[in-house]
């Protein structure tokens, strides 16, 4: 198989899935953790419904969309299907948040406390817990939305509030490095504030996930503990057009 490290393929879906997820256990049995502790999010934005279908077949059962209305009609498409779940990972905007919550088994990129109140509203509505990541924006990005790390810490106990929210854990969205070595500062500080709060009790807040690593960092990500890598070029090639993974959806 023929998957170059930058991310350039000259194969199919089928093959590069089957790559990464061999990749995925090969890093995970390398550092000594358990390859089912780390899960494949394919990241699909602009992707087509019919290559979403070939990564299914491949073994892919979580799609991460960034964007409502493109992920709509994909899963029209693809209906339901065994052991199939949608996350959302893109930033969310507080008119959609009705359309969002209850229709996806994971939000990965809550961004302030005023966000999660609302969420909590509408799920508290629903009559459900949704789960839910807090976006830290680790490199204090101004193009990226999401908690710093300070906020996360000082803001725990109010974000432990919200009874119809399950704070599973955090994502990140790192700063652009050539040299994905580069990145991995921020992972271990993502890590370490993700165990800090993990060693608290709280009502409603897991701590147990980290979301970070996409197709040129993943492996170190693993290294430094993600739970979920989110993937897309890696698996799809290169998007139709630029889109910045922050798009608001
Ligand atoms: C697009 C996207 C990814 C995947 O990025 P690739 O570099 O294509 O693997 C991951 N996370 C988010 C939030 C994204 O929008």
Redesign the pocket.
């Known amino acids: 198989m023929l998957l170059l490290k930058d991310g350039h393929v000259s194969d199919s879906i089928t093959h590069r899935i089957q790559f990464i997820q061999e990749n995925i256990r090969q890093v995970a049995i390398r550092i000594g953790r358990e390859p089912s502790g780390i899960r494949l999010v394919a990241?699909t934005?602009t992707i087509a419904a019919v290559n979403l279908e070939e990564a299914y077949r491949a073994g892919v059962r979580i799609f991460?969309e960034?964007r409502l209305q493109e992920a709509q009609e994909k899963r029209q498409v693809l209906g339901a299907r065994d052991g199939l779940v949608w996350h959302f990972?893109?930033r969310m905007q507080r008119r959609k948040l009705k359309d969002l919550v209850g229709n996806y088994s994971l939000l990965?990129s809550v961004e302030s406390l005023e966000q999660a109140e609302s969420i909590n509203a509408v799920a508290g509505k629903l009559g459900i817990q949704q789960p839910v990541l807090l976006e830290v924006n680790v490199g204090e990005e101004a193009s990226k939305g999401g908690f710093t790390s300070q906020e996360v810490e000082a803001g725990i106990e109010d974000l432990d509030r919200f009874p119809h929210l399950e704070i599973q854990g955090i994502m990140t969205?790192p700063p652009w490095m050539e040299n994905p070595e580069d990145v991995r500062p921020y992972f271990t500080q993502v890590r370490r504030l993700r165990d800090r709060l993990a060693q608290q009790t709280w009502r409603y807040v897991r701590m147990t996930e980290l979301s970070m690593g996409?197709?040129?960092d993943y492996e170190i990500a693993i290294e430094e503990g993600a739970t979920m890598v989110?993937?897309?070029?890696?698996i799809f090639g290169s998007r139709r057009k630029a889109v910045s993974?922050?798009?608001v959806g």
């Open positions: 990241a934005k991460g960034n990972i893109g990965h969205l996409m197709s040129h989110r993937i897309g070029t890696a993974p922050d798009t």
